[in-house]
């Protein structure tokens, strides 16, 4: 099992920044790709970023292509999410999650955290 916890979110306004932290712990946390999604109300959950375990490879959503970057810290078994220029459609809760291997589906993830909120206002 790995247990995943993130933290960072809170109320900003549009444009601003904000940096998503999630600490995995548990069983080999570090060798797993990471990946972030998010949930708006009403709508499904969605991929945002992921990144692999080995080589550090990312992959990220169109909407936020430019705007957010995934990274990890092996050795503390962190991943975060920089995000710029936050718009108020990025508002959701954002969750962290942990797999095999890196994809844009939730079925790639075996993992999940509770989810941290991120509201933007205009």
């Known amino acids: 099992q790995v247990q995943l916890v993130e933290s960072g979110g809170g109320l900003v306004q549009a444009g601003d920044s904000l940096r998503l932290s999630c600490a995995a712990s548990?069983?080999?946390?570090?060798?797993?790709?990471m990946g972030w999604f998010r949930q708006a109300p009403g709508k499904e959950r969605e991929f945002v970023a992921g990144i692999s375990w080995r080589s550090g490879r990312t992959s990220y959503a169109d909407s936020v292509k430019g705007r957010f970057t995934i990274s990890r810290d092996n050795a503390k078994d962190t991943v975060y999410l920089q995000m710029n220029k936050l718009k108020p459609e990025d508002t959701a809760v954002y969750y962290c999650?942990?797999?095999?291997?890196?994809?844009?589906?939730?079925?790639?993830?075996?993992?999940w955290g509770q989810g941290t909120q991120v509201t933007v206002s205009s």
């Open positions: 548990g069983r080999t946390g570090s060798r797993y790709a």
């Open positions: 999650a942990a797999g095999v291997g890196i994809g844009n589906t939730r079925s790639s993830y075996d993992f």
